[in-house]
Structure formats: structure tokens, C-alpha cells
């Protein structure tokens, strides 16, 4: 089944009643959205069953927003797909330099 952040933002406002265009990776489940823990849960679980990811117990703690639960997902997916609508909604200058760099996209570490 694929999965992505069009999937997530129907589900989001479908049980949660939150507007898709609230939605986007920077967006934090707590802060942004007022999600509790089990809404979180109950989220995970729906994309759990889109996908087959299993989220670890604590999954609340780390998975604060939209881009950690991607890139969670695309660690533990057996297959990711990069779709063309992705790329193809980026500019040139974007698209150049994401090449130009060999692929590599920018990932920070928060060290506690």
C-alpha cells in the first residue's frame, strides 16, 4: 500500500478534524496540531496498518512531527519510492543542486 503525506493530511482531518493545509513536514504533532498521545497512537496505528511499519512503544516521545514519522517510515520501509510528482514541483535551481550535491539531503542530529 503506498503511504504518503497526501494520505496522512485525509486521515489527519477525516478523524481529527484537522484542515490538510495545517499540515506539512515542519508541522508538530503536539504543539501545532494539539494532538494527545493517544491521538498520536492512534495515528501510528492507521499508518501501521497502511504500511506494515511497526512503531516501537514509545514512539510518542520521538516521533514529534510530520518529518521524523517520514523518515522514520523510509528507514524502516523495505521499498521507498521517491515519487516524480516530488521532483517535479521543485524549481530548477533546486533540482540542479540536489544533484549537483550527489544526493545528499541535509538530516540534523539533536544531541540531549
Not at 68 to 88: C, G, K, P, T
Not at 99 to 104: D, H, Q, V
Amino acid at each position: 500500500m503506498k503511504f504518503n503525506l497526501n494520505i496522512l493530511k485525509y486521515h489527519l482531518f477525516i478523524q481529527q478534524g484537522i484542515p490538510p493545509e495545517r499540515v506539512n513536514l515542519e508541522t508538530n504533532f503536539k504543539a501545532d496540531l494539539k494532538m494527545s498521545d493517544n491521538q498520536i497512537k492512534r495515528m501510528l496505528g492507521f499508518v501501521q496498518g497502511q504500511t506494515g511499519i511497526i512503531f516501537p512503544v514509545d514512539a510518542t516521545f520521538y516521533l514529534t512531527d510530520v518529518f521524523d514519522l517520514m523518515i522514520h517510515m523510509m528507514i524502516r520501509a523495505v521499498e521507498v519510492e521517491i515519487s516524480d510528482e516530488y521532483f517535479n514541483s521543485r524549481s530548477e535551481t533546486v533540482w540542479q543542486n540536489f544533484l549537483r550535491t550527489k544526493f545528499m539531503l541535509p538530516v540534523y542530529a539533536h544531541l540531549n
